[in-house]
């Protein structure tokens, strides 16, 4: 049992890390815009207009860190865990529920409904993935109890903290603010998904993005795109490291599992 235990832990751990490497990438593109160049020359109409790509970007990042909840989407490379997929709804009052995966190592569901306890739910190929190198009898029971099952813990608890670190929306969005200097330029205006938005264009020596910004109602960050080249042979057949930016200030839905769901904390009594 405390082999679960340990396990569980270390899942955990992996959840804040997903969260903060989109925070790491989110900010690494902001901070492209430090320094930007562009004078403003020849100004064009709405929308923004007079305004330059950073000036577009600063605007944006301010929105949408007024935000009360959002929508986080996208795949981000990771140096330990490599390609990582993330659906993540989460506001400012700590709730969050989406669904993560890591590379080849399978997938799990998350629900934070603000009312003291976390639930999660991983599938048989996760749970394999974070028990190699263990008995291979402990990693059968592990998967016998709890791949494609609800489980549950005390929000309050030590271990579940990181995953209360993860669904602070505030903190995440704190995460924005860069100092790379750079250049961001704008770009066309288009749609993204039937939103009116316009492209800005990211860049310095090392790293080019990609941004696209609302144009309409609030001027929210949308989608960024990693527009390097991938840097490793599994980024290369994934496609470029994205997030999008959606569901600007709608509820989060977390309404808790029904049924039978595990609690983790009573196993470990």
């Known amino acids: 049992m405390r082999h679960r235990l340990r396990q569980h832990r270390h899942r955990r751990h992996q959840l804040r890390r997903t969260a903060a490497v989109a925070a790491a990438l989110v900010a690494a593109t902001v901070g492209l815009t430090a320094c930007g160049s562009e004078s403003g020359k020849d100004k064009p109409k709405e929308p923004f207009a007079g305004m330059s790509g950073t000036e577009i970007v600063d605007k944006a990042v301010e929105a949408t860190k007024g935000a009360t909840s959002l929508r986080l989407a996208g795949d981000i490379d990771d140096d330990e865990t490599g390609r990582m997929k993330m659906d993540l709804a989460l506001d400012t009052s700590g709730k969050c529920a989406g669904t ?20 999660m739910k991983y599938d048989e190929k996760f749970l394999r993935a974070q028990s190699k190198g263990e008995p291979a009898d402990q990693t059968a029971a592990a998967v016998e109890m709890l791949a ?6 005390k929000a309050s608890g030590a271990d579940a903290k990181d995953i209360a670190g993860m669904c602070d929306l505030d903190d995440l969005l704190e995460e924005f ?5 750079s250049n961001a330029r704008r770009g066309a205006t288009t749609e993204l998904d039937g939103t009116p938005a316009i492209r800005i264009d990211a860049h310095d020596a090392e790293e080019k993005y990609t941004i696209y910004v609302a144009t309409e109602g609030k001027p929210y960050l949308l989608k960024i795109i990693d ?43």
Request: avoid cysteine.
């Open 148 to 153: 494609d099952r609800w489980s549950k813990t």
């Open 100 to 119: 993560m995966s890591m590379a080849d190592e399978g997938s799990f569901d998350l629900i934070v409904p603000g009312n003291g306890t976390v639930y």
């Open 177 to 181: 603010e860069g100092e790379i200097n």
């Open 227 to 269: 527009a390097e080249a991938a840097k490793t042979a599994g980024a290369k057949k994934a496609g470029p490291e994205h997030i999008t930016f959606s569901e600007y200030d709608k509820p989060v839905k977390t309404t808790p599992p029904t049924g039978k769901v595990i609690d983790l904390d009573k196993l470990g009594a």
